[in-house]
C-alpha cells in the first residue's frame, strides 16, 4: 500500500464501529503471517532445476513471500515452491500447529488448539512430515547397533480394505513378528546418536542390504541379535559383526557390544506411537520422521525448526543429521 492509499485508509477509521474497531484490534495485537513466513530458510537452489540460487532474480511477491525467476528454465518460485507447505493456507496459524507437533497431540485436539477442520489438522500433519520423514543419518561409523521392531499392519483411513476387518484390538501372529500383518521397522543408531530408520516391506537380507549398503562405514563394527539377515550383511560387505543375545548375561560382549541403546529407542518409539492407538500403515514413514525429529532437537525443539524441517531446508542441524 503506497503513502496515499494508506492515509486514504486511516482517515476512515472514525467510521468504523465498536465490532469493527474490536477486530481491527485483535488483528493488530495477532502476530502478522509475515512473522511466520520469515523463519524460512533461504533457497539453496532453484527448485524446478539443479540450477544454483545465484541464477535467481528477484520478480514480484506472492501471498508475502518473494519471489523469483529462474534464469535458466525461467519459471518461478518462492521459498514454499516444491515443499509440503506450498499453497497451505493460514501461514498464521503454523507455529500453533507445528506446537501440536512438538505436544504430540492428536488430530482432533491439534484442530481445536489451532482453530482448524479436523480434515485440515490431517493435511496439515502429513504436509508437515512428509519431509521430515526423510531426514536420515547418511552415515553411520564406529560401533552400530540394528534391531527390528513390527507394527501391526493397519489400513486406517481408508473405506475398501484388502482383507476382513480385525476386531477391536485383534492382533496379528501368536508371535511378534510372525504374520503377513507385521510391518518390520528396523532402526539403526551409533554411539554418537546417529538415527536411521527403514519401514521395510520384508525382512529379508535383500531388503536389509539395500537399506544398510549406504549407510554403514565399511570399517564400522556392526552389533544385533542373531538374525541372520544381519550375518549375511555382514559377511556379503566384509564387516566386523557382533552377535548380542538377549539372554541374561550375554547381554554385553567385552564391555562395549550391545544393542542396549536401539532397543531404549524401540522401547520410547512404540511408548510414544501408543497414543495414536494404531498408524496407518501408508503413513508409517512419516511417524517415524516424527518421533526421530522429537528425538533429535530434543528440549531445545521450537516451532519454527518443525517449520524448517517441514519445507527440507534446515537452518539448525540437531545430532544424527
Request: charged share 20%; hydrophobic share 35%; proline share 5%.
Amino acid at each position: 500500500m503506497d503513502t496515499q492509499a494508506f492515509h486514504h485508509w486511516l482517515a476512515q477509521l472514525s467510521q468504523l464501529s465498536t465490532q469493527q474497531h474490536s477486530t481491527l484490534l485483535r488483528a493488530l495485537q495477532n502476530p502478522p503471517a509475515t512473522e511466520v513466513l520469515d523463519c524460512l530458510p533461504a533457497l539453496q537452489r532453484c527448485p524446478h532445476c539443479p540450477t544454483s540460487a545465484k541464477q535467481l532474480s528477484p520478480w514480484g511477491w506472492s501471498r508475502g513471500l518473494r519471489r523469483y525467476r529462474c534464469r535458466s528454465c525461467r519459471r518461478t518460485c518462492t521459498a514454499l515452491s516444491a515443499t509440503g507447505l506450498a499453497r497451505l493456507h493460514y501461514p498464521e496459524r503454523w507455529k500453533d500447529y507445528a506446537q501440536a507437533l512438538i505436544d504430540g497431540l492428536s488430530v482432533r485436539k491439534a484442530a481445536q488448539a489451532c482453530g482448524i477442520s479436523k480434515n485440515t489438522a490431517l493435511l496439515w500433519r502429513h504436509r508437515f512430515l512428509a519431509a521430515a520423514a526423510e531426514h536420515h543419518a547418511t552415515h553411520e561409523a564406529g560401533i552400530v547397533e540394528v534391531d527390528e521392531t513390527f507394527f501391526l499392519e493397519s489400513f486406517k483411513d481408508q473405506r475398501q480394505l484388502p482383507r476382513p476387518p480385525r476386531k477391536r484390538g485383534g492382533g496379528g501372529g501368536v508371535t511378534r513378528g510372525t504374520g503377513k500383518d507385521q510391518i518390520p521397522v528396523m532402526v539403526v543408531r551409533d554411539r554418537e546418536g546417529h538415527t536411521a530408520d527403514f519401514k521395510l516391506a520384508k525382512l529379508d537380507a535383500n531388503h536389509v542390504r539395500e537399506a544398510l549398503m549406504p549407510l554403514i562405514d565399511r570399517e564400522a563394527v556392526l552389533c544385533s541379535d542373531g538374525a541372520a539377515v544381519y550375518a549375511s550383511f555382514a559377511r556379503t560387505q566384509g564387516t566386523t559383526h557382533q552377535v548380542v543375545h538377549a539372554r541374561p548375561g550375554q547381554r554385553v560382549r567385552q564391555g562395549a557390544f550391545h544393542i542396549q541403546n536401539v532397543n531404549a529407542y524401540h522401547s520410547r518409539l512404540t511408548s510414544w506411537m501408543a497414543r495414536f492407538h494404531g498408524v496407518a500403515t501408508r503413513y508409517l514413514p512419516n511417524y517415524l520422521g516424527w518421533r526421530r525429529m522429537l528425538g533429535l532437537y530434543q528440549r531445545s525443539i521450537r516451532p519454527v525448526h518443525c517449520i524448517q524441517e517441514a519445507v527440507g531446508r534446515t537452518l539448525q542441524h540437531a545430532i544424527g543429521t
